[in-house]
């Protein structure tokens, strides 16, 4: 059959940064291909492509061609590719609260009626046909396989069936033939999901075609005919869902290529096994939850033991980053954390700080920062806030003066230990690069001598060297000061040459522990929440 | 070209002009008949009158509360503070300590319920701080009226009770601080010593105030409050410290201007105390997040320069009023200009 939609040797560079190498793939009609990737494989860029998203032209176009319904295709925008007949469901919901289903459905294709006004002032002014409008929207639904109430209002809606009401918009469109959803599953609950899939299926059924982006691997393996792996920019395969397991899948989504796996283990292997036989708890973590928005973090347990590098993976928006930032009071959260078998109050970044916890954000230029400062500044405040370093008593104590000259020398220091390249140490940190920016954060964090530091993506964005020194110098901290470190990052291959443990979180919760040295797989299969048995079974080994 | 352009952008276009219309009146007095040692002296000794008042902008700049458009809170302080010491009956210097410390009360009592309000409006601070200065100089105006004050100098004649719009210091503690270590130069040149010394204390003490841990944090706050946050900071609790702070710098500037001008000004006297001011420091060069001492000396100095050197030469040469025209224009026009680049990242 010919193919409804086919991409060939799709690419795209971002400021000379390759996201995207020479994709191709077909969809045939009626076909579900599913499209599963890492962060940053480049899924929802090439979604972007398909699109004609404007950021895509914007950043000088792309490499290949689309050939849509049989002919080659250059959409100029989005509304190009939505009247060829590519519906889109994006992963947050657009439409407006206070219409009604119809409304949301038909939004700015409503059936109209005119009357003599029309032909005076123009089209602006015909009136909504609505018996036309109802009869449009509940055939839609009919498709759906669902029972949306069209007179519902968006607000007052269960979250299901708001994303109900955003397929039911791209369906109503006439001729539709390809629809890609983007993670529709994310806010649903399970039943729910099992309806959507269900739907799907049906739609399927009637010849439309359906790219399917999901985190969640049995979703994918359950719905899909195909699964299209995407791994760095490339397409890493292309096969019938029918017959494989999500453990492959998972292992193709995070793998390397042999040399780079041997090289990884050997890597782990030589550094030896797990820290300390002794349970030797530093931070015990009961029921956290915490509320950052887009990381929310609903229930977890964790134990981190005194000297060890922890590692904290998964996915991103399944609630790694909020972790850290609830247990340093950044952002709301509730729960019990022991440190040192102590309560620890949350919700107040001075009592961890002062409980000789230190953080080292994932926002360097939000949280991490003070852009217009210089670099002394940066490195000293933290430090001198919480523990009265840098400060000369005035008075018999009355006063606290800052004493610049320590803080110059005290940046002058890092300047030299972690390589930070400026002009001095009063250089602002604005004008400094990521990685030296990263390098000023860490810096921060290692003035105040902490006991536990909580390390947040701590190489994003920063280039490879920069890379090395931060990974080098976080491993060098830990070994020569004794100091445990919690490391939360979601590039794998970084938490696997330093960690001694990686706990992989999913929506929300510590999916399972593994040792640096498990397997890559089993991490993939924590990664897609696929994996509570094996996790529960790898903990138990753990312990 | 490159070099002007930069220095141009570095110093500020409305500030370049400024300065060259200073210097252009200063020049262009003695042509047209000004005495100049008189107007120098004139100027010095209105820098040393609101001088304190601009200072005031500085903390909650620093802050990230952006410019005291509420300054006649603190204004209100001060007044409070004179009256009482007047109605006390002392003269001289304790009675200008007892306006000075009954401000300073006021001022932290006051400041801090502002404060407390300027924390609930986080990102519009500077409309808030508006309407509080007016709200609170017009709520005054009541009490002036029923105020419990006795002394005769201060209430009407007529009516026996309720203050006047206008109370004279004088016999009290008129240029107590203008007078104090005075020296005159020349005939017409008079330098205000007392006034100047004490402006120069007061910036030393708020120089010393943001070189301790304490300011450090408040001025961290106003850099970037996520930071600060993180670093175990209350972002409320320095905010606050730095509206106290402003408020009572306010109260203290109108007690310093009151005893040069020789009069306390009630009911809606104070109502538009703040906008000098931040039009003064705004001139010295800060922006609605960063204030240093040095725009607080370069914009004082510049903004009563103008008001002083404008009328002289302008009466001179054209013989009507243009004093207050100028004024509004120089003073609202910098506030609009300061405020349409908020956003620009100060140099």
Redesign the interface.
Known sequence: MEPILSLRGIGKTFFANRVLADVSFDVAPGEIVGLVGENGAGKSTLMKILFAMPEIAETGGFEGTIRFAGQDVAFRNSFDALDAGIGMVHQEFSLIPGFTTTENILLNRESVQGSFLVDIFGPRINTLDRAAMDARSRKAIAKLGVALDPDMLIREMPVGHKQFTEIARELCREHVKLIVLDEPTAVLTESEAEVLLGTLRLLAREGIAIIFISHRLREVVELCDRVVVLRDGHKINDFPAAGTSIKAIAALMVGRSAEAQARVDAESAARGQVHGGADDTILAVDGLWVDMPGETVRQVNLAVQRGEILGIGGLAGQGKLGIANGI?G?APAGGTVLLNGVPLPLN???A???RSMA?V?E?RR????????GID?NIA??A???Q?KY?KPLLGGL????SDAAMVQLAEEYIRLLEIKCTGPKQRAGALSGGNQQKVCLAKAFALRPELLFVSEPTRGIDIGAKHVVLETLKRYNQEYGTTIVMVSSELEELRSICDRIAIVYEGRIEGILPHTAPLEQFGILMAGAGRDEATAAAGRES | MEAVKRFTADFGLPRLLITVFLLLLFSAAPMVGVNLPSSLSDVLIRVGMNGIMVLAMVPMIQSGCGLNFGLSLGVLAGLLGATISIESGRVGLAGFLIAIVVGQVFGALFGFGYGKLLNRVKGGEMMIATYVGFSSVMAMCIAWVVLPFKSPTMIWGYGGSGLRTTISVEGFWRHILDDFLAFHLGENFKFPTGAVLVFLLVAVLVWVFFHLKLGTAVTAVGLNATYAKASGISINRMRIISVMMSTMLGALGIVVFQQSFGFIQLYDGPLYMAFPAVAAILIGGATVNKATLANVFIGTLLYQGILTMTPEVFNAVLKIDMSDVIRVIVSNGMILYALTRTMKVAK
């Open positions: 340093m950044l107040t970044p001075r961890a700080l002062d953080f954000s926002d939000g949280v991490g920062l003070l852009l217009d400062e500044w405040f933290t001198m806030q919480v009265d400060v006063l606290k003066w800052r």
